[in-house]
């Protein structure tokens, strides 16, 4: 309406008159006039439930490329009442990072991606737009026996995936992302830079998982690199119903969170085409590992804790670490590391995803509930990925950093629901039936509270007030399960550090006000 579009009008003035920032930032700011707005908008979105002609639009965004530039955006936003979205990777499950149904400004952190490797001192500082790929790909160019412990997906951003803790293949031996940060950038709600020691530990422990866009804007991060050996070996072993897979997961339910830590076994789970049964369909479970050593160490260590997966020397691959990063990205052996480099995803389609966290091993009755769920839609719409804990995870305490999954959980599901066809019709017919998934499992997952990964935002269990009054209550129905204990602490961090709720999304913590 009229006023958002005075508003946005003086912000954009704001931006121009900030003198200090005038020159160089009138061409990092997008408004729908430009031809480009389009492109720069689309470019990091992920999900295509939000890239719709009726998903809301940002009225500006903003590609800082310096940090003044972040804290010109921040001071103007707030001096013009302009709710603004902060992006890096774009990642985001639920959107929230580039869809706002009040006027907004995204910041988007594109441009502010450098990464800096010390190998001296084992340690990185990434800037917070940069992709997990590239700080991977960084590290190993300094050194082959360093790594970092984050997600599996090259394209995902560091900014928002530290923000909410952050797994991959080397979470049993090392913990998250968020358990290996050691210091940040950070911009908060007056525009001011902080680092660790401005800020103080109770915002750094916030920032380290309490979710995005809640305590400020992070421009960069400051990560310890851990040892990872010059080999590494991986597999793949697919085993269909046929081949007893209902068995061999169930005996993975038991050993998965108890393995080596240097042993991280992850099922995927799928409809697929049966090759022993022309015309029908069957599900695969695919056991897929990265193990910190060679193979000759690997086997004897399978032969004594799984040996039901019948594992030999022919299904495993030596290679370098980073190599393990292209192959669980799912590249072939001979791509170029610089593909990690590259932010565009191959195919981005509609999805809906859900997560939960296993505690006893399930049933068979329950396996086999959600074999039979997998059959109902068509193949490739539906999967399942449990990935292992325990190891690391169970020795960090919950209230280490505010993500509080640690030990006692055998393992996390990642519930997921893809589909092409744009419509109403079909975006219904899979969000109810992962729905009615995570319905049928709730007797097998964990209870009071039923525990979620915040980087897998599920707006479904619980959502904020937009206007920003948001009650401890109300936001405490999703907070819980995300953070268990450590929402109190996050609550009292944001009723210090932004007591008005500048920034604020439909699962940010919201500050105390008073009488609530
Ligand atoms: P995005 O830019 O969308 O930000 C996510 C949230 O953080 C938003 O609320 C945003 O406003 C906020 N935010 C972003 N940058 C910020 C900043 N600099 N300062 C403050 N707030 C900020 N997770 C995992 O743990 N392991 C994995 O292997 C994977 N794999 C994976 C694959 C794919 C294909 C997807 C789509 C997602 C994952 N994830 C994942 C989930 C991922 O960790 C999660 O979506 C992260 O929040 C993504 O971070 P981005 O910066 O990309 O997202």
Request: charge should be positive; charged fraction near 20%; glycine fraction near 8%.
């Amino acid at each position: 309406g009229a006023t958002s579009a005075h508003t946005h009008e003086d912000f954009l003035q704001c931006l121009r008159l900030q003198s200090k920032y005038s020159a160089s930032i009138s061409k990092l700011v997008y408004t729908p006039i430009k031809s480009s707005y389009f492109d720069v908008l689309q470019f990091s979105i992920q999900n295509r439930r939000f890239n719709t002609t009726i998903t809301p639009k940002p009225l500006v965004i903003v590609t800082p490329s310096n940090v003044s530039h972040v804290q010109a955006a921040v001071i103007c936003s707030q001096k013009h009442g302009m709710h603004i979205r902060v992006r890096s990777g774009g990642h985001d499950y639920e959107g929230l990072s580039y869809v706002s149904v009040l006027p907004f400004v995204i910041i988007d952190l594109i441009n502010l991606g450098s990464v800096s490797v010390d190998a001296t001192s084992n340690t990185a500082w990434v800037e917070a737009g940069a992709n997990l790929g590239k700080v991977y790909y960084s590290i190993a160019q300094k050194s082959g026996t360093s790594g970092f412990p984050a997600g599996t997906c090259p394209t995902v951003g560091i900014g928002g995936h530290i923000s909410g803790g952050g797994y991959g293949t080397l979470l049993r031996k090392y913990g998250l992302a968020a358990d290996n940060v050691i210091d940040a950038q950070l911009i908060d709600v007056n525009g001011r830079i902080l680092d660790r020691a401005s800020m103080g530990e109770d915002l750094f422990w916030a920032i380290r998982g309490g979710g995005g866009n809640t305590f400020g804007i992070v421009v960069a991060w400051k990560l310890n690199l851990v040892p990872v050996p010059d080999t590494v070996t991986v597999f793949t072993v697919e085993k269909t119903l046929e081949q007893y897979a209902t068995q061999l997961v169930d005996r993975w339910q038991c050993v998965a969170d108890k393995l080596h830590e240097d042993l991280f076994i992850r099922v995927i789970l799928e409809r697929v085409n049966s090759s022993s049964q022309p015309g029908k369909t069957t599900i695969r479970a695919a056991f897929n590992s990265l193990f910190l050593g060679k193979v000759d160490s690997l086997l004897p260590l399978m032969q004594e804790s799984f040996p039901e997966l019948g594992l030999v020397k022919e299904d495993c691959t030596e290679m370098s670490w980073i190599e393990s990063v292209l192959y669980f990205a799912g590249f072939s052996r001979n791509t170029s590391l610089e593909i990690l480099l590259n932010r565009t995803q191959p195919s981005v389609r509609f999805f809906k995803a859900k997560s939960d966290y296993v505690k006893e091993p399930m049933p068979k009755v329950a396996l086999e509930g959600l074999w039979k769920r997998l059959f109902q839609l068509e193949m490739g719409s539906g999967q399942l990925i449990f990935s292992p804990y325990g190891g690391r995870m169970s020795e960090i305490s919950e209230s280490s950093v505010p993500f509080p999954h640690r030990a006692g959980n055998l393992y996390q599901i990642q519930h997921l629901a893809y589909w092409d066809e744009e419509g109403i019709k079909e975006s219904r017919r899979h969000i109810s039936w992962i729905r009615r998934l995570y319905s049928f499992v709730t007797p097998y997952v964990s209870k009071n509270p039923r525990l979620a990964y915040i980087n897998y935002r599920d707006l479904d269990i619980g959502v904020n007030n937009l206007q920003g009054n948001t009650s401890y209550k109300q936001a405490s129905i999703w907070g819980i399960k995300y953070f268990k204990i450590n929402f109190d602490k996050l609550v009292h961090v944001k009723t210090q550090v932004d007591p008005a709720n500048f920034f604020r999304n439909e699962q940010s913590i919201p500050p105390l006000s008073c009488g609530i």
